[in-house]
T-cell receptor, first 114, second 112 residues
Framework: DTGVSQNPRHKITKRGQNVTFRCDPI?????LYWYRQTLGQGPEFLTY????????KSRLLSDRFSAERPKGSFSTLEIQRTEQGDSAMYLC????????????FGQGTRLTVV | RKEVEQDPGPFNVPEGATVAFNCTYS??????FFWYRQDCRKEPKLLMS???SGNEDGRFTAQLNRASQYISLLIRDSKLSDSATYLC?????????????FGKGTMLLVSP
């Protein structure tokens, strides 16, 4: 257990519905990343938070995606009007306090859009 | 050119074999390097960091060649439990924040 908690673990939704995922990072870590991983690919960066500030967003994060981290604690990732191409594993990562340390991943939320 | 490229897999090896994974990265400003392991349908987990002088952890040896922008992972005496996907990971900056950039991964299948 890395100390990073994500829920739900699995989500099946119909195309066009909105979904929201939650990540609770390691409590003393102020940085948080969201990644997306599709079958046969490595994780791809989506967005980065330092405390409550969203400091970087990938081009992968279309306007249907929004992420928040109120109060610099847990984070949510919302996808509006889901499409089949959104089906993937969504991973939250909590890097160590030091700049060059590893990132600890949550178990991910597996989204299937039908 | 992709930022991080790895050997396409899968690698099928018998127990006890030695297997080597190769990885190249395109950003010469990369400062931190890692190998992550990912089991099927699980999250990636750090296997080992990669240091400039090379480093070893039991049966695993990682090497870094900054001039060639090349990273390797050697696994000796493969075990069935080594079957997984191995992800090469780089981080561009040494300070502040920067994202981890992952390769596609190389799958290893160790058979009895």
């Amino acid at each position: 257990d890395t100390g990073v908690s994500q829920n739900p673990r699995h989500k099946i939704t119909k195309r066009g519905q909105n979904v929201t995922f939650r990540c609770d990072p390691i409590s003393e870590h102020n940085r948080l990343y969201w990644y997306r991983q599709t079958l046969g690919q490595g994780p791809e960066f989506l967005t980065y938070f330092q405390n409550e500030a969203q400091l970087e967003k990938s081009r992968l994060l279309s306007d249907r995606f929004s992420a928040e981290r109120p109060k610099g604690s847990f984070s949510t990732l919302e996808i509006q009007r889901t499409e089949q191409g959104d089906s993937a594993m969504y991973l939250c990562a909590s890097p160590g306090v030091e700049a060059n340390t590893e990132a600890f991943f949550g178990q991910g939320t597996r989204l299937t859009v039908v | 050119r992709k930022e991080v490229e790895q050997d396409p897999g899968p690698f099928n090896v018998p127990e006890g074999a030695t297997v080597a994974f190769n990885c190249t990265y395109s950003n010469s400003a990369s400062q931190s390097f890692f190998w992550y392991r990912q089991d099927c349908r699980k999250e990636p987990k750090l296997l080992m960091s990669v240091y400039s002088s090379g480093n070893e952890d039991g049966r695993f040896t990682a090497q870094l060649n900054r001039a060639s922008q090349y990273i390797s992972l050697l696994i000796r005496d493969s075990k069935l439990s080594d079957s997984a996907t191995y992800l090469c990971v780089v981080r561009p900056l040494s300070g502040g924040y920067s994202t981890l950039t992952f390769g596609k991964g190389t799958m290893l299948l160790v058979s009895p």
